[in-house]
Every structure is written in structure tokens, then in C-alpha cells.
């Protein structure tokens, strides 16, 4: 199977694209008929033009990234020195699906909700959704990347706690009881990575969205031990670690000539390599009090991963497997340390039984080509409306509000579901 950076896989649909032809909306969703309250434990936010005004030294104001406009009038953002568009992708609900494609975009080109957290609320309304976690965009990397790639480090830390600072004061200030606070982490290592987990979590911040595979971003393995003072840090201060699809900065593409809907359909591929692989780099051995979120990663797969994690562990203490003889079976850390979060998987909601009731969430992705907005609540409910009704409100919004440590729905929108109190 072919392995491609994520940033060259761009580079190439976008050339392939070209200028976006014609841009126009959908007409305005009507709100739909709450099934279910949802808390969505992806989504994602387009950075403003003006998130790094005023949030950082003075010494580096001259140096900021930036927004800029070509003489062709498209926006673009300048940083460390380099182009880096907007792509259609980090904003593309409300357009038309036969205006999708890889095209670079202005911020008029998108749904004002894209950009604006108080705009976002209504998109939120819309589908019935109580809270929501936002990733970053593709711009900056849904870890950071770009951050801690930087040629002058003390600018792309700066900048990490610019982008912190905004997330937590801005974009989750907007409305607290709405938005669960998502930070990311500084990939460059050292005190720096520590110190942040702290820093926000002494201000409510209670998850970061970290790395699936941090060597395939260039920095240390997750078997080098180099990320233990962060992980011990998470499960000091609580703070969960999402795991976006994507984040390890690669795309599974069996061929050359795979396109975008291959990669697409892969994605569940990442999910399994990286929960084997965090198990058996002993990540949740060594910190059992982790809580590990699969984001965008899908669930269906799960009882074959437990069934290839048993099977494995069959040859334990042999030279093919060389698991600690007196450490817990691996597939209690499936249970107890990873979760998992879909937006679209039938077949799981049957599965619940292997899967664990308790470890499911659902997600909407709004802005991006998987959203399910602005039909979610129709989504959701063609799932699982075969299930009790307390057990969809924990994959709905408890499960949710117990991992992540915030408030549930009013109970009068609770009550107003078809699925009730």
C-alpha cells in the first residue's frame, strides 16, 4: 500500500481542481425534529483571520501569520514564510455536493458558522446538537504540525498558545455550556509539551488533540518514551487525548492512481492500526488512567481488532510477542482506556454487546465532506432507534458528558426528544 504525506496528497487534488467555478448555498435548513439530544465530539472550526491579533509578543507581530489576497482576490494564509491555502474541505457544508471539490476558498465562500462560534450555535440548533468539540482546520494540522515546524521555535510555540488561547477564550468563551475546549499539543517536546497540558487545564481545558502516529510526522516514536511527561501529564490534570483521523499526517492509498473517495473509505484503517499500535507500545499500561478518543475513526471495526488482539495474545511470551507475562490482558485496555466516535456505522450499533456501551459516541464533522449536518438527528435515529432509549442517550450525549467532564442537555430539550427522560 502506497504512503502519502498528507500535505503533498493535498497539493495534488488541488492542482488537479483548479479555481472554484462557481460558488452559490443551499437554502436555508429548517430545524429538524429532535430525536435525541447529540453532544458531537467532532467537529471542526475554520481559524479567523484574526486569530493571532493581538495574542502575541511584540516581537513576533511582524512574523505572525497572516492573511492575505492574491491579485486574483483569493485569501490565503502566510506562514513561516510559505502560501498555505484554505481549502474547500475546512468549510464545504451548506454548499451544493456537486460544488465540492479541492479548491481553495475565501472566507465569503463559506457558511458564516464555518468561522464564528456564535454563528456556530445556530448551525448546532439546526440538528439538535447540545455541545460540540472543535478540531483545528487542515491548515494548522488537527496536532499542530505546523506549529512545531517551524524554523524559529519560539515563534511556532508562541503561536501554539495563540491558537490555545483563542480556542479556550474565544471560540469556547462564546458559550461555555456548548463547546468542550479541545487544545493542541506542542509537538517540538521538552518542558514546553508539559507545561501547556497544565497551563490549560488550570482554565477548564479537558482534552487535546495529539498525534495518532508522531513518527510519521517526523518527531519521536510513541515507543521512545520521549512522549511519557505528557502522557503523565494528561492523566494527571484528566485531560483526554482525541485522536483524529489524519493526524499522523499520512493517507493509506493501496494505488498510485488512488483518489480522494479511496482515502476516504480507508479511514477506519487508521483507527485500527492506531489503537493496536498504542496498546502495544504500552501507552495505556504504563498510564492506565488515560482515556484515549478514536475521532473520525468509525467503531464498526472494533470486535475484529479485539478478535486479532486476542488471537495474538495466544503467542504471548513467545519471540513473536513479547507482552509482559504479568500485565493485564491487552483487551482490558480496550475496554477500559480507548472510545470510539461515529457518524455513520449501522452495523456497530448492533454490536454494542463486544463493543461496550459505554465507549461509543457520535459526532456530526461539521464543516467537512463527512458532515451529517444538516440531517444529523435523521442519522442518528435510523441508527439506533432500535435501541432502549437509555441506552441512546449514552451514545447520544451521556457517554460524552462523562468522558469529557461536561454539563449534559437542559432536561427540558431531554424531554422534548422522542427518546424522553
Partial sequence: MAIQSTDAFLAEQIEQAGRQPRVTFIPEPEPEPLFCP???????????????????????????????????????????????????????????RDEWGMYAINYDQTREGVWDPKARLHEMDICGVWASLNFPSILFGFAGKRFASMRDQDLGYACLQAYNDWMIEEWVGSAKERYIACQMPWLGGGQRTVDEIYRNAE??????????????????????????????ACQETDTVINLHVGSSGKTHLPSAESGMAVSSALFPQSGIETVIDWI?????????????????????????????????????????????????????????????????????????????????????DYPHYDSSWPELQAMIKYQVEHL??????????????????????????????????
Avoid at 501507552?283 to 488471537?311: A, D, H, N, Q
Fill in 38 to 96: 447529540i453532544i458531537s465530539v467532532d467537529d471542526h472550526c475554520l481559524e479567523p483571520p484574526t486569530l493571532f491579533a493581538g495574542r502575541l509578543p511584540a516581537r513576533f507581530e511582524d512574523v505572525a501569520p497572516r492573511v492575505e489576497v492574491s491579485d486574483d482576490g483569493t485569501e490565503f494564509w502566510i506562514v513561516d514564510g510559505e502560501r498555505v491555502a484554505n481549502l474547500q474541505c475546512n468549510g464545504v457544508s451548506g454548499r451544493p
Fill in 203 to 232: 482554565r477548564g481545558c479537558r482534552s487535546v488533540s495529539f498525534s495518532e502516529n508522531p513518527e510519521g510526522l517526523g518527531f519521536a516514536s510513541l515507543y521512545s518514551g520521549e512522549w511519557d511527561p505528557f502522557f503523565a
Fill in 280 to 364: 502495544y507500545a504500552q501507552i495505556p499500561l504504563r498510564f492506565p488512567g488515560l482515556k484515549i478518543v478514536m475521532s473520525e475513526g468509525g467503531v464498526t471495526w472494533v470486535p475484529m481488532v479485539r478478535e486479532r488482539i486476542m488471537r495474538t495474545h495466544r503467542n504471548v511470551g513467545t519471540g513473536i510477542n513479547d507482552w509482559p507475562r504479568d500485565a493485564p490482558d491487552p483487551l482490558e485496555f480496550m475496554d477500559k482506556n480507548f472510545f470510539y466516535t461515529s457518524i455513520e456505522d449501522p452495523a456497530a450499533f448492533k454490536m454494542l454487546d463486544i463493543i461496550g456501551v459505554d465507549n461509543v459516541m457520535v459526532e456530526m
Fill in 388 to 421: 432502549d432509549a437509555s441506552v441512546i442517550r449514552k451514545v447520544c450525549f451521556e457517554n460524552a458528558a462523562r468522558i469529557y467532564r461536561h454539563p449534559l442537555p437542559p432536561w427540558d430539550m431531554i424531554e422534548r426528544s422522542e427518546v424522553g427522560g
